[in-house]
Structure formats: C-alpha cells, structure tokens
C-alpha cells in the first residue's frame, strides 16, 4: 500500500474543496421596555454556549441541571459582552435567576432563553454595543429586535457591525 | 420584509428534533453528533482537562476537522475553530498550526487569507507537500489554473505521485478533460492499492472529469466505493450526478437513513429536499430547508451562496434571487460547478423574461 512518511494531518487534505457550508451561529435578542423598565431577552444556542467554555461542563451530552448550574459563568460573560450604554455610561444589567430560564426549538437546535433587566437610569438615550460569540466563530450573527425609546426596528449585529442603533457623524 | 421574514422564522411549521431527551427524568442536550472515530479524541480531550498544551490543541484541532468534513458533522468545525484561538503562538509557530488555520481559511473561502498563512510555510520550506497541496486547491477554487500548476511544480522534487495527480487535475480545469481523463485513469490503475484518504481525493478527481466529458454514470460509479468515507462535498457531488439523472431514490433513500440526517449541511439537505419533492414522500425535509434558507437570508450570509442559489434555482423557483446568489458565489468560488451553477441562472431567468 502507497503510504506516507508525513504527519497524519495530510488527511485533511486529499478532498475536495468545501462547497459547502458550515453551521452558521445564529443569536436572538429582544430589547423591550415594561413598566418604565428595559427588558431583554437573549435567545441563545447551548451549543454556541459550550463553544464558548461557558458551561461547567465540557461533554458532548449536557442536562439541563448543568446548564443552570452554569449560571455564574453565563452572567460574567454577558455582563462583558453584551452593553447597553446611555449617553456613554453603561446600564446595569443583571441576569435573572435560572428558575426564570427556558429552552426553545429553533431551527432544529436547542436554545437557552434568558432574561435580562438593565437599569439605564431612565434615560431615554440607549445604544446596544454586542460583542458576543464572536470570538468562537467568524459567522456568528444577532438578530435583533429593538423596541425602546420609540423605535420600533429589527437589525442584524455581525462582527463588523456590532452598535445598534449606529449613530454616524 | 425583514421584520416580516423575522416573524416567519417563528411561525414555520415545527419539526422533530433528535438532540434532546430525558434520561433519569432529566432533560439532556445532545451538542453535536459523536464523531466516529472517538477514542484518541477521548484520550486528547483528557489531557486537554490536565494539562492543556499547543501540541494538544494542534491534534485535537486536527482530528475535530477531518471529523467535521464528514456529512453531518460539520458543527466540529467550530469546536476546532475554537481550540485554535486558544494556541498561544510563539516565535517559532508551528507549521501545523498554519496549516490548519489555512484549511479552515479556505472551507470558509476566505482564500486570500489562507494564501498568506501558506506564504508562510512556504518561507520555511519552500517545497511543503501539504501547503503546496492546498494552495493548488485554492487557485483551483479561484480558477487561476497557471498558479495551481506552480503550486503543483513545488511537488516535483518531494513526490512524483502527488505532483503527476496534481498536474491532471489542473490539465482537466485547463479545458483538456479528455487528455487528463486518461492520464489519471492510467495513474490510478498502476496504484490499485492506495492509502483510503488518497484513493477519496484521486476518485473525486476521476470523477469530475468523467463528468465534464459527459459520463455522468461513470462519474457516480467512481464516487460509490469510497462514499462511506467521502467528505461531504463529495456526498454533494454524488447527489447531484444522481439528480442530474433522475435517480432521486438513491439519493433520498440514502441520505435520509444517515444517522446523522437532522444535522446535515444545508447544501446536502437541500439535495435531500429536492429528492422528496421529486418522489412526493412528504414535505418533512422541505420545510426544514424553507426555515434555514430564510435564516440565511435574513443574515444576508454571502459565504457559500451557493446553497442560496441551488435552492433558488432547483427548490423554491426563482431565477431572480438564483442569478442575484450565484453571482455572489461566483465572486468568490470559480469551480465549474460555481460557473455551472451561474450560467443555469442566467439561462432561467431569460426564460422567464421570455415567457
């Protein structure tokens, strides 16, 4: 048999070109207001969760126990990821408790539904800065729905476009 | 209509899904399928938890991309993605590592940042096998058929074997198919026992050719043996020829028994989707790629917008939107299913306007 003096990752190598697409990383956020208090909820995939090392356990099958228990470390990296700022001072944001979260079908994949409050001091001007995920893939996208301070619109966030609304000078 | 097109996403009709369970009356995920191969995965992921070094990282990576090529498993592809932002580079970086990120540069055909990182290996060894060996993909891929074959030329002096079925593979994208049809065929038949690995790549070759030349049954005959094996895109290739002909039973009977078949790329699910319209076995497949492909839509994804137009052209009929991703993808991709792919578009939509 014709075999090879090189490294096993030549493999890798003898196919054809990928014509074909790989999963993309898709993420939903809903920015609401209620009872003079902004809302958000963050749909996203427990895969992209565990892509990101941000569940405390790093297998391939994961119950719904470890992913509440992964609370602490789900929160740290919204808290860093994800901003809402109003006239350039950030808004507190606090994750509720797991007992709040939920899991959604979307597209064949399960995600985690989690709710966040931010407390921007009343000021009407907000501006969402998100930076999540990004690190784990190129393709990871937010969709968005923003409906606060009287605009009602829906945006996609990529890596290249990461401010809603963007305010050009 | 994209707040409308948002709403949709939500609406469609829901489907089965296979990654969750219950087990001790507790809800559990399945992340991504098993990959086959798992026990030095394992071994590597155990050592990962203890003492995490490149080295490691770099193996792991490795394994997690030949694994995701596999239909089906292509969300590895991400988990290795991931292992390599974790490498720490140092000044003397590793030649795998460029390697790897290469390939990944390319599945994502981002080709010019994938050159760059081969230009690198080229630095230190002018004559790499590997690098020379994705670069003359990716000229290939961008259809720059006299830089593939300088790529090729650094095999000459390393390996004749690889350098001769380099050359014939570019000799066919130069228009002389029949020419590099029969010296590959010769090629081929002197090595009857080859490495798997090689025997996939030569046979896909063998296979396109046979195509071009209008052979679409022997192009499918070579693609069998070794389609158990075979990285998706060749499954891709495999379903086509097969639609191509009007066998959409192979095709639907095959790829729905895959254990795998809720996670497959869009692109092979699309083929699936065609194959159950075409045999009214339901709208099971169908409208799991209707809510996909309006996802991709949504997120204006230009990368791999072939899918896009396939289903354009082939599923949900529009010559419009086909001919408005086709160019996309050809913007990027030159193969000659992307130009095959473009043409059938324009043909469609004057055909329409015809109409």
Redesign the interface.
Known sequence: MRTFFISVIIHLFFVAPAAYAHKFSTAYLDISEKNAQIQLLYKVAIHDLASANLLSEQTNQISWKQITASYESIAHYIDSQVKLNSEGTPCALVLLPATTWQVQHIQQQPYVLLQITADCSNNPLVQLSYNALFETGHSHKLLLSWNINNLKANAVLAEDERIFPNVKD | M??LM?LL??LTQ??A?D??KL?ND???????P?LPTNQEIDTL?EIM?TNPTNNVRLRLA?LY??G??LPGF??W???A??LL?QYVPSDTTSI?YL??LS?IK????HFSESLHLLDQVFQAQPQH??AS??AA?IH??MHNTDLAQKSCQRLLSQDI?LFSVCTYEVLGRKGEWQTAYEALYALHAK?Y???P??D??IK?ILS?QAEQLGHIRTAIEWLKPVLDK?????W??WADLNLDISEADIVYETLSNLKVV??L????LLRLAIAERDLKRGEHYQT?IH??MR??V????T??A??LAHYFLRLKYDPKLALYWAKINYQS?K?P?DKKLLVLSEQALLAMKSE
Not at chain 2, 106 to 109: K, T
Not at chain 2, 230 to 234: F, I, Q, T, V
Not at chain 2, 265 to 268: M, Q
Not at chain 2, 298 to 301: G, L, S, Y
């Open positions: 994209f707040s948002y996403l939500f829901p489907v899904v990654n969750t087990v507790e809800v559990v995920f399945t992340l991504k098993e992921l938890r490795s991309i030949q995701s090529k292509g969300d592809f991400h988990y993605e991931s932002m795998d390697l790897l390939d390319q599945q994502q055909h096998i590997q060996l994705i993909r290939l891929a074997f090595y026992e080859l490495e690995a090689l996939i790549w896909g396109e075979a990285p998706a895109s060749l891709l290739k809720e996670s790329e869009d692109s092979l799991i809510d996909r996802l991709r949504i997120r204006q994804d990368d791999h072939a899918d991709a193969e299913d």
